[in-house]
């Protein structure tokens, strides 16, 4: 996995509430069970017409978010389906960072699995950078893992929350399965025990 | 000893490894996998032909790919929906990295009246609490109109708990449960069931145990509810009007407006004035046996009135008993397709689909934008309300036809 360190980059407003998993990558795309090229559907249905058409007001599709490594979204963002594909399709698309004031929790995990940060901060705090995010390209948002920081383009500071875990996780690269695997033992003797007190499991 | 949560004593039962930070490597008992093949006549819904099979037991860990893992939580059993990358984590390790969520109670109080179901009252607490009210929580539901409900029941009631945000759902495991669960094909036998037996006695939240969140809701107060707009929190009982965006607050007048327009509704207008093209009466949340049976009871004799009407049983097991107990009949007698067992509809994946401005009274979980097809337009309501809006044409308060 890719480390995540610092970013500095343009920011998509998207403050529309309880943006779902269906809304952030359609299901006709989760058929597939490769990780990349989900990112021209990313948003498919609010970003183009029946005909396959850009729809011109869709934020992603104005010049000035194209290339987007941020999203502001609105509440609650990700709620919905479990399977990866929203993930994948926003980290394909080049998203590496998302603020919100609240994430749904399998959506949450699954961001930190590929890389990507979600940042949860107060209304307030969202309400700055949202305002800030519209303001185009020339606003540059920037995310600092390491300090646990967002700054807004002129310079305001937002401290975030994270688990020290995940932290270590995305600065590093790390990936879960070999970590995992160096506390092989304890499992080994958790499973030993768990089959002589619940056999029947 | 300080009192637990089941939640608690679920947990403590299956943490592998714990570091410092409190991370913990969660022990996995059962990982279910998605679809049964369909030859067979076990095939169906994961989510329905588990519990069917025997495979989810009350006390353990359960992991699916996919969200709505959370029914197997009816049994007592911690139930997690996970993704991909999870998945694989529980295929090479036998375990998942979690730390521990905090625990909410949800207590339904008291009986529910006539015409009202399990899927109104999980609607209900969604509606009372939102669709992120759950975040970082497990919750329990309890109370005397949970104990109430069927098995069938507490499982539409937990589905539903990934909806409300939360990581899993719960209900302790009694004699129902028990009653339940024995003698399926993989449900432990002789020596063995009476060993789980014991155990699984001893999984229910002790006096005094602290939740970091109480809701209480009381049974009577719940109707029979319907969504009218495109988040599962969009409840409200059929007897009310659709809400006017300014009614809500900060981002969700946007929201509101959004939906209304999507949904094609006008704020004023009386739910029941509200007209259906189709019907669909299915899915992991309301495709089981009881379900069926719930809305054959309203159907028995009467037509229908919408475009299209089809019941798809979650598996075909309930298919089969549902032909035995002669509720196809009535269905195919109403004027409904009678279906194959499987997701169908729920999630359009297949020719399934409502097409652009469809109208769909439906039994499933998600009425989010285009879930059931490009611009269709979806009122989840149960099964009992999805029958008399087949009747009626239009959504109807059930207990008008009771
Ligand atoms: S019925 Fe619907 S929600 Fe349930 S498993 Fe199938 S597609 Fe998912």
Redesign the interface.
């Known amino acids: 996995m890719e480390k995540f360190s610092k970013i500095s980059g343009v920011a998509a407003p998207l403050?529309?509430?309880?943006i779902?998993t269906?809304?952030i990558i359609?299901?006709?795309f989760?058929k597939t069970?490769k990780r990349s090229g989900l990112g021209v559907n990313l948003f498919d249905?609010m970003r183009y017409d029946?005909q396959g058409n850009e729809i011109a007001d869709f934020v992603l599709n104005k010049p000035a978010y194209r290339q987007a490594q941020i999203l502001v979204a609105?509440?609650?963002f990700g709620?919905?389906?479990?399977?990866?594909h929203a993930?994948w399709a926003l980290a394909d698309f080049g998203i590496k960072a998302i603020i919100s004031t609240?994430?749904?929790?399998?959506f949450y995990?699954?961001c930190f699995?590929?890389g990507m940060l979600p940042i949860v901060l107060p209304?307030e705090a969202v309400d700055v950078l949202m305002k800030d995010a519209e303001k185009g390209s020339n606003a540059r948002i920037e995310v600092d893992l390491e300090s646990q920081t967002v700054t807004s383009s002129d310079g305001q500071s937002f401290k975030f929350e994270v688990?020290?875990?995940k932290k270590h996780c995305l600065l590093n690269g790390l990936d879960?399965?070999g970590l995992?695997?160096e506390?092989?033992k304890?499992?080994d003797?958790?499973?030993a025990k768990?089959a002589m007190e619940?056999?029947?499991? | 000893m300080s009192p637990k949560t089941l939640y608690d004593k679920i947990w403590d039962a299956h943490v592998a490894h714990e570091s410092e930070d409190g991370t913990c490597l969660l022990y996995i008992d059962r990982h279910l996998v998605h679809e049964y093949p369909v030859s067979d006549v076990r095939q169906g819904i994961v989510h329905i032909v588990g519990p069917e099979q025997g495979w989810t037991l009350p006390g353990m860990t359960v992991v699916c790919g996919d969200s709505h893992t959370a029914t197997h939580g009816a049994f007592g059993s911690l139930a997690h929906g996970i993704g991909t990358s999870e998945v694989e984590h529980v295929l090479a390790t036998q375990t998942l990295i979690q730390k521990k969520s905090k625990n909410m109670k949800v207590e339904i109080t008291g009986k529910l009246r006539p015409g009202v179901t399990a899927k109104d009252i999980t609607l209900s607490v969604i509606g009372a609490t939102g669709t992120a009210g759950g975040t970082g929580y497990v919750i329990e539901y309890c109370g005397e109109a949970i104990r109430d409900l069927s098995m069938e029941g507490r499982m539409t009631v937990c589905n539903m708990a990934i909806e409300g945000g939360a990581r899993a759902g719960l209900i302790a495991p009694d004699e129902k449960t028990f009653e339940y669960v024995k003698g399926r094909p993989h449900a432990p036998k002789g020596a063995a069931w009476e060993a789980a037996l014991s155990y699984w006695q001893t999984l229910y939240t002790d006096e005094g145990a602290h939740f970091d969140k109480v809701i209480t809701i009381k049974g009577e107060d719940i109707a029979p509810v319907v969504t009218w707009g495109t988040s599962p929190e969009d409840v409200l009982p059929i007897t009310a009007t659709v809400p006017a965006p300014e009614s809500f607050k900060g981002g969700k007048v946007e929201a509101a407006q959004r939906s209304l327009d999507y949904m094609g509704l006008t704020a004023g207008q009386k739910l029941t004035d509200i007209e259906i093209d189709t019907v669909f009466i299915g899915s992991c949340t309301n495709g089981r046996i009881e379900d069926l049976r719930a809305a054959a009871e309203i159907l028995k004799g009467k037509k229908i009135k919408v475009k299209r009407a089809m019941v798809v049983p979650g598996s075909g097991l309930v298919r089969a008993q549902a032909e035995e107990e002669g509720l196809a009949q009535i269905f195919i007698d109403a004027g409904f397709e009678w279906r194959l067992a499987g997701c169908s509809m729920c999630l359009a994946m297949n020719p399934d689909q409502l097409s652009e401005g469809e109208r769909c009274a439906s039994t499933s979980n998600r009425n989010f934008e285009g879930r059931q097809g490009y611009k269709g337009r979806t009122h989840l309501v149960s099964p009992a309300m999805a029958a008399a809006a087949a009747i009626t044409g239009h959504l109807t308060d059930v207990r008008e036809m009771m």
């Open positions: 403050p529309l509430v309880n779902d269906d809304m359609p299901k006709q989760l069970i249905e029946r609105g509440d609650n709620c919905g389906s479990s399977r990866e993930p609240s994430f749904a929790d399998i995990n699954n699995k590929n209304q688990d020290a875990f879960d399965i995992t695997m506390k092989a304890s499992i003797a958790f499973e768990a619940r056999p029947w499991a």
